[in-house]
């Protein structure tokens, strides 16, 4: 640098010597602008584990490799563009660069981008890795932010070609669509996944723009919501080029906080998938299914127990049940099997000897669930009532076989209902004792001639009687 100096005037040969005014200063001359150098190591994390360790190797060899297939650009803090290519040591070495903030672009190899790159300067393992954002600057470039210093800057630059994926079905390999929610996991990152277009039960993730995530190396990670119905059997993982077609080599899986991982360095190469394969099953059932009784109506006496239960279940019904007890033993089972039916119908017809009875009845669905056991009491009285004609001349008037006055004595253990007197309903008090008198033609619809008197009990047994008033 140079420094200013001041300048003064003299009169050469002069007998008296003048001095000058004094002359402005002049500016010091601008100190050159500081420079430092960018160093930036590419390379690809062929074993993928974050790191660039050429020492360690892959399952089928492979070793991470620095990268020098497309040049780097570096724009300073003054706008100004650096373009390089890798050196003889196959590093790019940016020099003279003006200190202060700077943006490094790296081409990616496969345009549409189909890798990502990470920063793992300084790293110790993949946890300290940081994905780079892909932007556009002369194409697709990935891109980080550097500050340029005098005593200079390094950089390593990873590049990664991971894919996360998953396959659902059940157990019979049929696949699975619609999972609700299922998400893929790098770098401490969550991405939300979606069904492939061409593949029922595929899963990946995708960008914005529609393109596959590429995922850090480390822990990959996968989580879904199972459907209704449906829980998780069983998650293994296998990786290779098209592993949910052709699993090709098993991955270790482990379970943590709800999610499944495998790690990345079991990945044989940088651009292959690590696939979850998973397996649905249903949820045990534990719902006990529902009956109703249909017939018969429990409050009145029947001659014949004529039974239908129905029921339903929607895991599918095994059979129905109905047992018939009297005095707490069983007398009669009835059951139909119901085939797996989400509702099904039971019916039984039993002849019974008179008396009460209790039917107990349930059902019970695939899963082996039995509804709650209901009951019901009913009295069976199939003894038809007795009608007698009543002595004594105000009841009944006889005149050989004919009447000219009649009345009946009705009596039934299970009461007396009705009678109909040729097709007219008389109805009567629900008595085991009952009267029908002083029947003649012109009253309770009889008529001179033949007659039909038909006596119900409350169960619906009948009696009928025929005879003749003059």
């Known amino acids: 640098m140079r420094n200013g100096r001041r300048y003064a005037l003299a009169a050469a040969g002069a007998a008296a010597v003048l001095v000058a005014a004094p002359l402005p200063a002049m500016a010091e001359e601008t100190a050159d602008a500081a420079t430092g150098t960018l160093t930036v190591t590419r390379f690809d994390d062929r074993y993928a584990d974050g790191l660039f360790d050429p020492s360690k190797t892959t399952a089928n060899g492979d070793a991470d490799r620095l990268n020098t297939s497309l040049a780097a650009q570096l724009v300073d803090v003054n706008g100004t563009r650096h373009y390089k290519s890798a ?12 200190v202060g903030p700077a943006t490094l672009y790296l081409g990616h190899p496969n345009y549409p981008a189909n890798e990502v790159f990470f920063d793992a ?14 932007t556009e600057y002369f194409g697709a470039q990935g891109t980080a932010d550097v500050v340029i210093d005098e005593d200079g800057e390094e950089r390593l630059i990873g590049m990664t070609a991971l894919g996360v994926v998953a396959k659902v079905s059940l157990a019979d390999g049929t696949p699975v669509s619609g999972v609700p929610a299922i998400e893929f996991a790098s770098g401490g990152e969550w991405f939300s996944g979606s069904e492939y277009a061409g593949l ?11 393109r596959v995530v590429r995922h850090l190396p480390g822990d990959l990670g996968m989580r879904l919501t199972a459907p209704e119905g449906y829980r998780v059997a069983s998650v293994t993982a296998a990786t290779g080029s098209a592993p949910i077609s052709y699993p090709d080599i098993p991955m270790t899986v482990t379970e943590r906080d709800g999610a499944y991982w495998v790690s990345s360095t079991d990945v044989p190469l940088y651009f292959f998938d690590a696939a979850f394969l998973v397996t649905l099953e249903k949820l045990p059932d534990t719902t006990r299914p529902e009956v109703a009784v249909v017939s018969p109506v429990p409050t009145a006496p029947v001659p014949a127990l004529a039974l239908q239960i129905d029921a339903t279940d929607d895991g599918g019904l095994q059979r129905i049940v109905a047992n018939i007890y009297k005095g707490g033993k069983l007398v009669k089972s009835t059951q139909t099997a119901a085939g797996g039916a989400t509702s099904a119908t039971h019916t039984a017809t039993v002849n019974l000897p008179d008396g009460a009875y209790t039917v107990k009845y349930n059902a019970q669905d695939l899963a082996g669930n039995i509804s709650r056991t209901s009951t019901f ?34 009596q039934d253990a299970g009461k007396i209902d009705r009678v109909e007197l040729n097709g007219k309903v008389k109805d009567l008090t629900d008595n085991v004792w009952s009267d029908v008198n002083f029947v003649k033609p012109g009253t309770f619809g009889a008529v001179q001639g033949e007659n039909t008197l038909v006596v119900y009990d409350v169960a619906g047994n009948a009696t009928t009687v025929i005879f003749t008033l003059r």
């Open 200 to 210: 029922a039960g595929g899963y990946e993730a995708q960008t914005s723009d529609y």
């Open 87 to 98: 050196d003889a040591d196959g590093l790019y070495r940016f020099t003279d660069v003006p």
């Open 121 to 134: 300067t300084g790293a110790q393992s993949a946890a300290d890795i940081v994905r780079l954002p892909t």
């Open 377 to 410: 009491d009913v009295t069976i009285d199939a003894t038809a009532p007795k009608a007698t004609i009543k002595n004594g001349r105000a009841f009944t008037l006889a005149k050989g076989d004919a009447y000219d006055l009649i009345s009946f004595k009705l």
